[in-house]
């Protein structure tokens, strides 16, 4: 009697069934499980891996570049607490530039070694990256990332917080050859104007996510010019410590942005009651975070028409705003009265009391994170001897043993 044969999966199943099998494992472990089978199983899993993170030099990366074909995504960032020497160097931007030119998104976050040598190389060798983060990568300048606006037309997402040489002639090459920019970080380029920005966005109008935090130099004109340009798009609005915006930049906003969820205002002191409140009415049914802590002239009629208005509100940053007290809630603790807010800080705010309190935790029930910090009326000792009921799951934050949230960051 003949032995009966037994047939492998591998003589009956092609590459692409296999390929279909490996895209049903939804676990990173499983994939890498997958790989150890065989050979075979091994290759496919390698020339179809998407993503990527490792500490590699030249040589290694020219291998990594032979079995990973397919990579869209590459994460070279580095930590503070754990970087390493030399870290990514410009070599090492030559061979990705050769190497991987399928690359869609290249993370170099904090890689300080690198220069405008190697972005040069990245512009010139990947035309179709969307998205580079070369954050507090401090010697890079003008030179080197103008090289990527001009050879990466379809980017979306550039982060460059901490680049300290960066000027207004990089937004002019992001204007002219990036016109499907989506998200921009310049935090730290303190060398940007309003001039800049308003080229800028002649081009990019499709921007959603915009972070000018400690942009000192920028004002009103600019932040108007952003609003009327982006009004259908822009979401994130960031603008901490840009101290020379005043009213005009909110009562912008409010005019043309009516989707806005995010926007960071925090240490902008010459902003009044009259802008936040017709920011309220004007994003009521969209905002979802604000932070606008060292408002020093924000006071309880902005915090009324908040609590009022912008129901969808879950983060809510007042932080030394001396002048609100308990009848910014006063709206607050009925039942027809229920809000969304999740995080709300009123550290340095010396007016406001128990009584206030006890009401925002009546009407915000999903409360999650609360910091009375320097509230000299809001100890723990006051907090217990008031009976005051916190929220389940509510951590309070009375002398700063707590992280923050990542909301608030």
């Known amino acids: 009697m003949a032995e009966e044969t037994v047939a492998c999966i591998n003589d009956r199943l092609g590459d692409d069934e296999l390929r279909a099998v490996l895209a049903k494992l939804d676990h990173d472990k499983d994939k890498e499980v997958f790989g150890l089978v065989c050979k075979r199983w091994l290759h496919l899993q390698s020339t179809g891996r998407r993503k990527l993170c490792a500490r590699a030099g030249p040589h290694m990366l020219k291998r990594m570049a032979a079995r990973f074909t397919r990579l869209f995504e590459l994460d070279l960032s580095q930590s503070v607490s754990r970087s390493f020497y030399p870290g990514v160097t410009d070599s090492d931007l030559s061979v990705i530039a050769a190497a991987f030119s399928s690359l869609r998104v290249l993370n170099l976050h904090n890689c300080k070694g690198i220069t405008d040598k190697g972005m040069t190389a990245v512009g010139c060798g990947l035309p179709y990256l969307q998205s580079l983060d070369v954050s507090y990568c401090r010697k890079l300048t003008d030179k080197g990332l103008s090289s990527v606006a001009n050879g990466c037309h379809d980017l979306r997402a550039l982060h460059v917080a901490g680049c300290r040489f960066v000027t207004d002639t990089l937004l002019t090459a992001l204007s002219m050859n990036c016109n499907n920019l989506e998200e921009l970080n310049l935090q730290g380029c303190t060398n940007l104007t309003d001039s800049g920005l308003t080229v800028l966005v002649e081009g990019c109008k499709r921007l959603k996510h915009l972070d000018l935090n400690k942009c000192s130099n920028i004002g009103d004109i600019s932040i108007s010019n952003i609003s009327k340009a982006c009004s259908s798009s822009l979401t994130t609005f960031k603008l901490l410590d840009c101290y020379k915006i005043g009213d005009d930049s909110i009562l912008s906003l409010a005019n043309y942005c009516k989707n806005l969820e995010t926007l960071i205002i925090g240490g902008c002191r010459d902003l009044s009651d009259e802008s936040i409140k017709s920011l309220a009415l004007a994003c009521y049914s969209s905002l979802k975070n604000l932070r606008m802590d060292w408002c020093l002239n924000v006071s309880d009629n902005s915090l009324e028409c908040i609590f009022l208005m912008c129901k969808k509100l879950e983060v809510l940053d007042v932080g030394c705003c001396e002048e609100v ?8 603790g009925n039942e027809d009265c229920k809000l969304s807010l999740k995080v709300l ?34 100890t723990q000792g006051r907090c217990h001897e008031a009976g005051l009921q916190f929220p ?18």
């Open 392 to 409: 389940v799951g509510c951590k309070v934050n009375f002398g700063g043993s707590l992280t923050e949230p990542d909301l608030l960051r």
């Open 325 to 332: 007290t308990d009848s910014a809630f006063q709206g607050l």
């Open 345 to 378: 800080r009123v550290s340095n705010c010396p007016k406001i009391t128990v009584d206030g309190i006890s009401k925002v935790f009546k009407s915000c029930e999903g409360l999650e994170y609360l910091d009375v910090r320097s509230c000299p009326h809001l």
